[in-house]
Nanobody, 125 residues
Framework: QVHLVESGGGLVQAGGSLRLSCAAS????????MGWFRQAPGKEREFVAA????????YYSDSVKGRFTIARDNAKNTVSLSMNNLKPEDTAVYYC??????????????????WGKGTQVTVPS
């Protein structure tokens, strides 16, 4: 069984930074791509960032490109999301997810088979 636990959320002023972490339990962490998604109140869940199994490829939504960085440590079974220059529109619950496969082409929500419970990020306007 795979469990994903997010941490690091909180309230931060616009322009500030946060670093989210996701700790994964279960086998073969380094075999699967990982992703971050978010859902704001009243909106659908949206893709934020993803990283391939080995970590050599990353992919970002246009709304966070240049501000957010996804990384993983396969020795520690963790994936992180460093968020800089946060904006009020970044306010959402952020979810860590594991893909069914190892890399590019498997980054949509439909490709994720395990999800964490989420961590709240709030950026007041």
């Amino acid at each position: 069984q795979v469990h994903l636990v997010e941490s690091g959320g909180g309230l931060v002023q616009a322009g500030g930074s946060l670093r989210l972490s996701c700790a994964a339990s279960g086998p073969a962490f380094s075999t699967y791509a990982m992703g971050w998604f978010r859902q704001a109140p009243g909106k659908e869940r949206e893709f934020v960032a993803a990283i391939s199994a080995i970590g050599g490829s990353t992919y970002y939504s246009d709304s966070v490109k240049g501000r957010f960085t996804i990384a993983r440590d396969n020795a520690k079974n963790t994936v992180s999301l460093s968020m800089n220059n946060l904006k009020p529109e970044d306010t959402a619950v952020y979810y860590c997810a594991r893909s069914r496969c190892s890399g590019y082409g498997c980054y949509d929500a439909e490709d994720m088979d395990y999800w964490g419970k989420g961590t709240q990020v709030t950026v007041p306007s």
